[in-house]
């Protein structure tokens, strides 16, 4: 499959602009739009397979990577929900016609809360939503309260925790800034209305956003249809084949909805 153009979307000003690297594929609506996870990118397995549905349906595709990820500019550790999600709205407005979101671990966060903004703002166009191992609210429910005593002494004391990762050999740094900026964002607590359609594709043997968290949000979408799918040997990437044939099952179905 052929590489997309490279655009590069400038999002704020002065010293909080930002280069934000796009890949859109043209199509015909309703088009896909993609939201990664932590430290993931656009060219990710899942990502590529959402473009591949798309190139095979004629359909639209966005791609992005946020800030401090991938081919985007601006520094990692400044990122935030509240700028990740500026971002996305940035790059969503680019987009025409009625889209399905597909957002993947913290991407399925920003989905939902993209959707928020969108339709505060008066505009509909989010024809139905994808969520990969949903991590809402991870800043306070997936990191700081399981963060330990050290941990949270470090994250006082120097403004960071550094974890490690089991998908890189380097740790996962966790700034002070984006969990305090996350507690603006937090979702639970109160029932989420989507006025759309909204898949779940959980792993059961997933360790970073357990299934249990998944069925917590299931539980806060009171008003709009949900389906669930646990896939019991699945893990949190869920990007093999037998996993990537399952979303794109999803995105038939939303498709044609």
Known sequence: MEELPLQMLQVGSGSDGREIAVRRRNGRAPGLFWLGGYRSDMAGSKAMALDGFGARRGLAVTRFDYSGHGLSGGDFLAGTISRWLEEALAVFA??????????????????????????????????????????????EDLMRATFTRRELR???????????????????PITAGLIED???????????????????LQGAKDKDVPQAHALKLVQHLLTDPVTFTLIPDGDHRLSREADLRLLEGALERAVEA
Do not use: K
């Open 182 to 200: 996350g507690v603006q964002h937090l979702m639970f607590g109160r029932g989420i209305e989507t006025g759309c359609p909204v898949t779940i």
């Open 94 to 139: 680019g987009t025409e016609g009625e889209q399905v979101v597909v957002g993947s671990s913290m991407g399925g966060w920003l989905a939902l809360l993209l959707n928020r903004a969108l339709r505060q703002r008066g505009e509909r166009r989010v024809r139905a939503l994808i969520l990969i191992a949903p991590a809402v609210d991870m800043t």
């Open 154 to 172: 470090a994250l006082a004391e120097q403004g960071l925790v550094e974890q490690p990762s089991d998908y890189s050999d380097e740790p996962y």
